[in-house]
């Protein structure tokens, strides 16, 4: 288990679909998926996707638990997705503020479905199928946009909600 280097936004292999896992029960899986939550804990992360730390694989992960980065946001249990698909349950749109470890300090205004079924492998191989909605569903969003190359800012509709942190008037 280890702390690995965080892509940032700028290097292609974030823009690249990332490939399916064929194994999920695979011993590099498991010990991919150890450095993942090491590394998105390190960076006070609430989700990390595979491509992020230049592993091009379908596979998320994410877990909301007293985090200092988002100190208000309700609990999400520590989650492992490998091969996820999602399904909109509800096609209104929310928007509100995200960030991204691959582009630290930078926040901006993104439109996210409110309501969403997801599902794919657990690291066992067993089916996982959840739904999610307003924070939860908005992680999940963000982290499978990485697996198809699609950043934050991409998803934006006014740029003029997009900016540095400590700039911000949030």
């Given at each position: ?48 996707a595979a ?56 926040r901006g ?10 599902s794919g ?50």
């Amino acid at each position: 288990m280890s702390v690995r280097k965080l892509l940032k936004m700028g290097d292609a292999r974030l823009l690249q679909r990332a490939k399916p896992v064929c194994d999920a029960t695979a011993p590099e899986i498991a010990a991919l998926i150890d450095d993942m939550f090491d590394t998105m804990r390190a960076y006070s992360g609430v989700g990390l996707a595979a491509p992020q730390i230049g592993e091009g694989l379908r596979v998320i992960v994410f877990a909301v638990q007293d985090n200092p980065r988002y100190p208000d946001a309700p609990q999400v249990p520590q989650t492992v997705l490998i091969n996820p698909q999602i399904t909109v349950l509800d096609e209104r749109l929310e928007y509100a503020w995200e960030g991204c470890l691959s582009l630290p300090g930078l926040r901006g205004e993104v439109p996210r479905f409110s309501r969403i079924a997801y599902s794919g492998l657990a690291l066992d191989g067993s089916p996982i199928e959840c739904e999610a909605e307003g924070f939860h569903a908005r992680i999940v969003q963000h982290e499978c946009d990485h697996l198809d190359g699609v950043l934050y800012p991409l998803r934006m509709q006014d740029m003029r909600r997009f900016g540095f942190e400590d700039t911000l008037a949030l």
